[in-house]
């Protein structure tokens, strides 16, 4: 059974930063497409960042420019860094597998000020 557990949320003035991490385990992390996804209030939640096992990204248009994931498949850890955050990233952010597992993590609460 895999276990996700995301930290790093907090609030945060818009144009700041904040750095997730998501630790991950009862699974074979460096094989997979791992994801952050991100849920706001009364939206479906949404993919907003993925990279594979070999490191290969992609972003969605709503961050990219701004937001970096990142893998350390030793630590079975996945990060994303965000800077010049706005309003609108407003959300609990959740990482999970790409397409993801039924097992979710509790996520972990992003909210910005402007």
């Known amino acids: 059974q895999v276990q996700l557990v995301e930290s790093g949320g907090g609030l945060v003035q818009a144009g700041g930063s904040l750095r997730l991490s998501c630790a991950a385990s009862g699974s074979v992390f460096s094989w997979y497409v791992m994801g952050w996804y991100r849920q706001a209030p009364g939206k479906q939640r949404e993919l907003v960042a993925q990279?594979?096992?070999?490191?290969?990204?992609f972003h969605a248009n709503s961050v990219k420019g701004r937001f970096t994931i990142s893998r350390d498949n030793a630590k079975n850890t996945v990060y994303l860094q965000m800077n010049s955050l706005k309003p609108e990233d407003t959300a609990v952010y959740y990482c999970n597998r790409v397409p993801s597992w039924d097992v979710w993590g509790q996520g972990t609460q992003v909210t910005v000020s402007s």
């Open positions: 990279i594979t096992s070999g490191g290969s990204t």
